[in-house]
């Protein structure tokens, strides 16, 4: 049984940082991509970034390239999103997701393992 838990959500201001988790365990981490995506209130999940196993590729949805920053560490297990520059925009429940294969994907439908998500409210 593949877990995926997310940590690191809260309240933060315009303008600020946030640093989320996402501790993965159940299959051999390494082998696969990495994603997180957003769900709005009354909006449908969308793409944030994504990296591949051994981290040599990542892309970005484009509302956060330049402010957020996918990483991992294939020892800990742990994918991380570095987000920095909030906007109230980006207020959203956070999902990481472990794909079916080892590039990270934008698409939802390659991903088959996901976390139960952490909420990020940015105040303006």
């Known amino acids: 049984q593949v877990q995926l838990v997310e940590s690191g959500g809260g309240l933060v201001q315009a303008g600020g940082s946030l640093r989320l988790s996402c501790a993965a365990s159940?299959?051999?981490?390494?082998?696969?991509?990495m994603g997180w995506f957003r769900q709005a209130p009354g909006k449908e999940r969308e793409f944030v970034a994504a990296?591949?196993?051994?981290?040599?590729?990542?892309r970005y949805a484009d509302p956060v390239k330049g402010r957020f920053t996918i990483s991992r560490d294939n020892v800990k297990n742990t994918v991380y999103l570095q987000m920095n520059s909030l906007k109230p925009e980006d207020t959203a429940v956070y999902y990481c997701a472990g794909a079916t294969a080892a590039w990270g994907s934008s698409y939802q439908e390659q991903y088959r393992y996901w976390g139960q998500g952490t909420q990020v409210t940015v105040s303006s």
């Open positions: 990296i591949s196993s051994n981290s040599g590729s990542t």
């Open positions: 159940g299959r051999t981490f390494s082998r696969y991509g």
